[in-house]
């Protein structure tokens, strides 16, 4: 499986960026497709993740702001990003676990949220 993400940039607190990652390869064997985000001297933390079946599920800090997706498509998982932070910044990661429990990262996308 690879994984292509792209979409992230510069933008203003309080606005809004989508992100997409582009699965290609054996996607069949997807099961959950998940975003990460790594900030400067920070771990990697999880922001949402989707199931196949359709459940989702949101870290807190992404509550109510962030809207995960899949087109599947097109192969594409979406991250729409509302009401931007400047603690959002960060490289967002896409992941895609699949069912023999082996995990797939893209490269990251950069976000900065200037205040």
């Known amino acids: 499986v690879q994984l292509q993400a792209s979409g992230g940039g510069l933008v203003q607190a309080g606005g809004s960026l989508r992100l997409s990652c582009v699965a290609s390869?054996?996607?069949?064997?997807?099961?959950?497709m998940s975003w990460y985000r790594q900030a400067p001297g920070n771990e990697r933390e999880l922001v949402a993740y989707i199931v196949n079946a359709g459940f989702i599920s949101y870290a807190d800090s992404a509550k109510g702001r962030f809207t995960i997706s899949r087109d599947n498509a097109k192969s594409t998982l979406y991250l729409q990003m509302n009401s931007l932070k400047p603690e959002d910044t960060a490289v967002y990661y896409c992941?895609?676990?699949?069912?023999?429990?082996?995990?797939?990262w893209g490269k990251g996308t950069l976000v900065t949220v200037s205040s």
């Open positions: 390869g054996s996607i069949a064997s997807i099961n959950v």
């Open positions: 992941k895609a676990a699949t069912t023999p429990g082996v995990n797939y």
